[in-house]
Nanobody, 112 residues
């Protein structure tokens, strides 16, 4: 029903910055980002409700900022002060009531 299309990602040095975005094809109420590193479980990075309330994983607080444009059904994740442990595939997600949607994932690699 709802398709999520991600953009961004790439290779960045430790301490650098990167931004990823995700556009939904329809209206969604809650949007967020998860990430999954090889051999690790997928974990919540940040979440934002339609009213603007945000939630961050402790590991990214103060470094990452999630935002959204409700008119465009788009969510953004600005990642600053990146660390090697931030390396993962980042997945966009969205919820409408009981429905959950996932993006295809975008690779973020933090390495010197």
């Amino acid at each position: 029903q709802v398709q999520l299309v991600e953009s961004g990602g790439g290779l960045v040095q430790p301490g650098g910055s990167l931004s990823v975005s995700c556009a939904a094809s329809g209206r969604v109420f809650t949007m967020g980002w998860y990430r999954q590193a090889p051999g690790k479980q997928r974990e919540l990075v940040a979440n934002i409700e339609s009213g603007g309330t945000t939630k961050y994983a402790d590991s990214v607080k103060g470094r990452f900022t999630i935002s959204r444009d409700n008119a465009k059904n788009t969510v953004y994740l600005q990642m600053n002060s990146l660390k090697p442990e931030d390396t993962a595939v980042y997945y966009c997600t969205a919820k409408n009531g009981p429905y959950r949607y996932w993006g295809q994932g975008t690779q973020v690699t933090v390495s010197s």
